[in-house]
């Protein structure tokens, strides 16, 4: 009974009512306003300098890297202009020792080395090509730039860029802690590594994942306008979306095309009201705070990305176990389990470890519908040690959980609702009958059940939106946005480099294009830049 009411109390706390849910869009859009004006705001407003989306046509082949997380990505995109790419991709997960390395230069060579074996793997000709032509050239830097390959990095970290591919790190967020990385351009950092390996590799352009997802979906959803926004509901949590050239106050200091009016803004919204003004605040937050590398800092993100509500979870279980009187995962005797046996946590479980409970688990419990909560039993005790638990054990397990779930699929409903309010779509007859397009990817959007349906419900409730404006906002997956998003911008940087040769630049050209000629060779499958420069594409993307 004690464990019953406690959940109910406890449940109470993360409830995120449709009025908190409209306060939270005003405070939201009050933010966005803020970092559209001046820099060092919470919420970043970051440009990206990207000033158009694709419309699909774009062709080519490119490297692509995404360093966000957990995991580092490496990966070679084809573009096949039809709305559709091939991927080839190799992962690795990042050593928690690199995430707080010392130095930024060994974070750097790893990333370099994978990229190093991937082109090795998998496109050996290229490699060979290469090594072959810069041993056998007498002024390699002549032919050097047509024949390497475009590498959009994806770097999922606040980055204060100042070009397409230039971009200082303001700080480290997602567990990751180099403090000799900040304030350093991440995109010289990883070519320095690439160029001690020799590698024909060139850093072409700097992306958020969250970039890179917009161009993904604008990429591979047919329709007559691009995506409005690119969310990620992940490891962190971040959305970058079109806003009027015109609406940026603050003094944009890198060269970008104006000739589109707009341009992509990473919001860096994990930052949204770090000072609190509306976001909750239960003491299981302020404690998951007050312990993170970061206090004070990614103040949303902590309440609705899928590195923290397993974290928030733990925490509020430890409070229960701490209350004998609640009797969480403990029975007297076995005749009060429906298993007959008596319920134990062991000391080692992951419920007394910081960090120790997956997020995944939550979407158990949220999917476990059966009468008695068998899978999410089974699961308590095979991931969390957690032996016989009972059914009241599993019923309060579920509620807390899917209450913490449920506050964070409202919490990003304000973000993606004050965005859609922000961008003017609804109203706007321009956009006539299409649907305003949201892609979304990370691991709590695609996995967390009925995550999208729970912004939905959300969105209805928003003033300016309602039951007919959710119903025009289409959010849909954009997966591998960091992979084909990345590859895409590079494409704009090897268009930009291609649209404005400085003189060296067109000398170069010269020089490569009779020396290929030359030697007879056809033009390696990675040299592909031209095959995306017709009128179409340069308009599509870069106009
Ligand atoms: C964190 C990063 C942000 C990224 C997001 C999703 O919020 O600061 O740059 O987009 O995680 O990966």
Same mark, same amino acid.
Request: hydrophobic share 40%; proline share 4%.
């Given at each position: 009974?004690?464990?019953?009411?406690?959940?109910?109390?406890?449940?109470a706390?993360?409830?995120?009512?449709?009025?908190?849910?409209?306060?939270?869009?005003?405070?939201?859009?009050?933010q966005?306003?803020?970092?559209?004006?001046?820099?060092?705001t919470?919420?970043?407003? &970051?440009?990206?300098?990207?000033?158009?989306?694709?419309?699909?046509?774009?062709?080519?082949?490119?490297?692509?890297?995404?360093?966000?997380?957990?995991?580092?990505?490496?990966?070679?995109?084809?573009?096949?202009?039809?709305?559709? !790419?091939?991927?080839?991709?190799?992962?690795?997960?990042?050593?928690?020792?690199?995430? +707080?390395?010392?130095?930024?230069?060994?974070?750097?060579?790893?990333?370099?080395?994978?990229i190093?074996?991937?082109?090795?793997?998998?496109? =050996?000709?290229?490699?060979?090509?290469?090594?072959?032509?810069?041993?056998?050239?007498?002024?390699?830097?002549? =032919?050097?730039? $047509?024949?390497?390959?475009?590498?959009?990095?994806?770097?999922?970290?606040? +980055?204060?860029?100042? #070009?397409?591919?230039?971009?200082?790190?303001?700080? @480290?967020?997602k567990?990751?802690?180099?403090?000799?990385?900040?304030?350093?351009?991440?995109?010289?950092?990883?070519?320095?590594?690439?160029?001690?390996?020799?590698?024909?590799?060139?850093?072409?352009?700097?992306?958020?994942?969250?970039?890179?997802?917009?161009?993904?979906?604008?990429?591979?959803?047919?329709?007559?306008?691009?995506?409005?926004?690119?969310?990620? !509901?992940?490891?962190?949590?971040? #959305?970058?979306? &079109?806003?009027?050239?015109?609406?940026?106050?603050?003094?944009?200091?890198?060269? =970008?095309?104006?000739?589109?009016?707009?341009?992509v803004?990473n919001?860096? @919204?994990?930052?949204?009201?770090?000072?609190?003004?509306?976001?909750?605040?239960?003491? !299981?937050?302020i404690?998951?705070?007050?312990e993170?590398?970061?206090?004070?800092?990614?103040m949303?993100?902590?309440?609705?990305?899928?590195?923290?509500?397993? $974290?928030i979870?733990?925490?509020?279980?430890?409070? *229960?176990?701490?209350?004998?009187?609640?009797?969480?995962?403990?029975?007297?005797?076995?005749?009060?389990?429906? @298993?007959?046996?008596?319920?134990?946590?062991?000391?080692?479980?992951?419920?007394?470890?910081?960090?120790g409970?997956?997020?995944?688990?939550?979407s158990?419990?949220?999917?476990?519908?059966?009468p008695d909560?068998?899978?999410?039993?089974?699961?308590?005790?095979?991931?969390?040690d +957690? =032996?016989s638990?009972?059914?009241?054990?599993?019923?309060?397990?579920?509620?807390?959980?899917?209450?913490?779930?449920?506050?964070?699929?409202?919490?990003?409903?304000?973000?993606?609702?004050?965005?859609?309010?922000?961008?003017?779509?609804?109203?706007?007859?321009?956009?006539?009958?299409?649907?305003?397009?949201?892609?979304?990817?990370?691991?709590?959007?695609?996995?967390?059940?009925? !995550?999208?349906t729970?912004?939905?419900?959300?969105?209805?409730?928003i003033? #300016?939106?309602?039951?007919?404006?959710? $119903?025009?906002?289409?959010?849909? &997956?954009?997966?591998?946005?960091?992979?084909?998003?990345?590859?895409?911008?590079? *494409?704009?940087?090897?268009?930009?480099?291609?649209?404005?040769?400085?003189?060296?630049?067109?000398?170069?050209?010269?020089?490569?294009?009779?020396?290929?000629?030359?030697?007879?060779?056809?033009?390696?499958a990675?040299?592909?830049?031209?095959?995306?420069?017709?009128?179409?594409?340069?308009?599509?993307?870069?106009?």
């Amino acid at each position: 009974m004690a464990l019953a009411a406690e959940t109910k109390r406890i449940v109470a706390q993360f409830e995120y009512s449709d009025a908190d849910v409209n306060i939270g869009v005003k405070e939201f859009l009050r933010q966005i306003d803020e970092g559209l004006e001046k820099s060092g705001t919470s919420m970043s407003q &970051i440009p990206t300098y990207v000033t158009a989306v694709p419309n699909g046509t774009e062709k080519g082949l490119y490297l692509a890297v995404d360093l966000g997380g957990t995991n580092l990505r490496v990966c070679s995109v084809r573009l096949n202009g039809d709305n559709s !790419f091939n991927l080839t991709y190799s992962k690795a997960a990042v050593p928690k020792s690199l995430m +707080v390395a010392k130095t930024a230069k060994e974070l750097f060579q790893f990333i370099a080395q994978h990229i190093d074996s991937f082109i090795k793997e998998h496109h =050996y000709d290229h490699y060979e090509h290469h090594v072959r032509r810069r041993e056998t050239m007498s002024n390699p830097e002549g =032919y050097r730039d $047509e024949h390497i390959f475009r590498l959009g990095f994806t770097f999922s970290f606040p +980055v204060q860029q100042v #070009g397409i591919n230039k971009g200082f790190l303001i700080r @480290w967020t997602k567990g990751f802690d180099i403090p000799d990385a900040i304030g350093k351009d991440v995109c010289a950092l990883l070519q320095e590594e690439i160029d001690i390996l020799h590698l024909p590799v060139k850093v072409a352009a700097l992306v958020n994942d969250t970039v890179g997802t917009l161009m993904a979906r604008s990429y591979t959803s047919p329709g007559k306008t691009g995506a409005l926004l690119g969310a990620i !509901f992940g490891t962190g949590t971040n #959305g970058a979306y &079109i806003e009027k050239l015109s609406n940026i106050k603050k003094p944009l200091e890198g060269e =970008y095309d104006t000739s589109t009016g707009e341009m992509v803004l990473n919001t860096e @919204w994990g930052s949204f009201d770090n000072q609190l003004n509306v976001l909750p605040n239960t003491t !299981f937050d302020i404690k998951l705070d007050s312990e993170s590398v970061n206090p004070g800092i990614q103040m949303f993100e902590k309440r609705v990305s899928g590195m923290f509500l397993g $974290e928030i979870l733990r925490i509020v279980l430890v409070s *229960l176990l701490q209350d004998k009187s609640v009797q969480l995962f403990h029975d007297d005797n076995s005749s009060h389990n429906d @298993w007959k046996s008596t319920t134990t946590i062991a000391p080692e479980s992951g419920i007394f470890k910081k960090w120790g409970l997956d997020s995944a688990i939550m979407s158990v419990a949220a999917l476990d519908n059966t009468p008695d909560l068998g899978t999410l039993r089974q699961e308590l005790d095979s991931q969390l040690d +957690v =032996y016989s638990p009972s059914m009241e054990d599993a019923q309060a397990f579920k509620a807390i959980a899917s209450a913490i779930g449920r506050r964070a699929a409202r919490l990003s409903a304000v973000a993606v609702g004050a965005i859609v309010l922000q961008s003017g779509k609804l109203t706007d007859p321009a956009q006539g009958d299409e649907p305003i397009d949201i892609g979304v990817d990370g691991s709590l959007v695609e996995h967390y059940p009925h !995550f999208r349906t729970m912004i939905y419900d959300a969105l209805k409730a928003i003033d #300016g939106i309602g039951e007919v404006g959710a $119903e025009r906002i289409r959010i849909g &997956i954009a997966k591998d946005g960091s992979g084909v998003g990345a590859a895409l911008i590079a *494409l704009v940087a090897a268009s930009m480099e291609k649209k404005q040769p400085t003189a060296e630049e067109s000398l170069k050209q010269v020089r490569s294009e009779a020396l290929l000629q030359n030697s007879g060779r056809q033009l390696s499958a990675v040299n592909e830049v031209p095959e995306q420069t017709t009128p179409n594409n340069e308009e599509a993307i870069d106009a």
